[in-house]
């Protein structure tokens, strides 16, 4: 976990640099529960929604992370896929239940800018059979792009 929290702060100040480099503004808030994270990042306009989308992209798109296919995926993609699916309602049934336990991770809900230019990356970590699963989910509500990772890798 401590992992975890340090590498999404690395995640963080990367982000701040690169998007300061780009001369934009994004706020951000990050939201954990029992089953994940998820940030909601709030740009300054369409343009910055969408280099932003960009720059989380090519971040994840290494040797840690593999994209899955979306519109046509494998028969093994669509295994994990359909895996996800389900943790993600879990995720928002989490979120959702004033039962549960969200905790600010990141920012501050008082000074964050809503904005219409929103993007948010959604992480969910599954332990199945000693072997950590994880997703990661980013999805740019402007234009509606998405992209979903996954650590394991599919089969060629």
Same mark, same amino acid.
């Given at each position: !976990?401590?992992?975890?929290? !340090? ?78 699916? !389900? ?34 990356? $959604? ?24 992209? $979903? ?8």
């Amino acid at each position: !976990m401590k992992k975890f929290i !340090m590498s999404f702060f690395f995640i963080a100040v990367l982000l701040n640099a690169q998007l300061n480099a780009q001369d934009f503004n994004v706020d951000l808030i990050g939201i954990d529960n029992s089953v994940g994270r998820i940030t909601w990042l709030f740009a300054d306009s369409e343009i910055s929604s969408v280099n932003c989308f960009n720059f989380f992209k090519e971040f994840y798109n290494d040797d840690n992370f593999y994209e899955y296919e979306l519109n046509n995926p494998t028969e093994f993609e669509q295994v994990f896929i359909v895996l996800f699916t !389900m943790l993600c309602e879990d995720f928002y049934n989490c979120y959702y239940d004033p039962q549960e336990i969200n905790t600010i991770a990141i920012g501050d809900i008082d000074n964050v800018k809503i904005t219409d230019y929103q993007l948010y990356i $959604l992480r969910i970590r599954y332990a199945i059979d000693s072997r950590d699963i994880d997703f990661i989910f980013i999805h740019n509500t402007v234009n509606d792009e998405q992209v $979903l990772y996954c650590n394991i890798k599919a089969p060629e």
